[in-house]
C-alpha cells in the first residue's frame, strides 16, 4: 500500500472506475470502484464508498429515481467532505460544487433532463 491509501496494483481498476464516471456509465463505475473498495482498508475505503455513493446517485437519477438519487448524492457528499480538495489524485473540490448543483436540481425538479457532457466529473490533478 503507497501513500494514497491504495496499493498500487489497484490503481488501474480505480482509474478504469473514473473513465466509466466520466462515460456516464454509472452502473459500471459502481461495480469498478466496489471491486477496489472491497479490498481496501483505511481512509481510502470511505473515500470509495463516497464516490461510489455519488456513482449510485446518478445511476438513480438517470433511471428518474430523484428521491433516492438525491439520496445517494447527499451520503456521497457528507463522506467525501472529509478528504479536503483532493485525495488519490482527484480534484474534490469542484466535484463537490457540482454534485450540490445537481442534488439542488433533483430536489427541485419532478423531472431532469440532461446529456452526459454536463454531469459532474471526477478530475485527476495534473
Known amino acids: 500500500m503507497d501513500s494514497s491509501g491504495l496499493d498500487p496494483a489497484e490503481m488501474p481498476l480505480f482509474e478504469r472506475g473514473v473513465r466509466e464516471f466520466n462515460a456516464g456509465l454509472f452502473f459500471e463505475c459502481h461495480d469498478t470502484l466496489e471491486e477496489v473498495w472491497r479490498g481496501t482498508r483505511g ?7 463516497g464516490l461510489i ?3 449510485v446517485g446518478f445511476y438513480h437519477l438517470d433511471n428518474r429515481n430523484l428521491l433516492g438519487g438525491g439520496s445517494q448524492l447527499e451520503k456521497g457528499l457528507r463522506r467525501l467532505e472529509a478528504y479536503g480538495s483532493e485525495y ?3 480534484e474534490l473540490a469542484r466535484l463537490r460544487d457540482e454534485v450540490k448543483a445537481w442534488l439542488e ?3 427541485a425538479a419532478d423531472r431532469l433532463e440532461c446529456e452526459v457532457r454536463d454531469l459532474p466529473k471526477l478530475r485527476f490533478i495534473p
Not at 481512509?43 to 464508498?49: C, H, I, K, T, V
Request: glycine share 6%; hydrophobic share 45%.
Open 43 to 49: 481512509p481510502a475505503r470511505d473515500f470509495l464508498q
Open 53 to 55: 455513493q455519488i456513482s
Open 88 to 90: 488519490l489524485g482527484l
Open 105 to 107: 436540481r433533483a430536489r
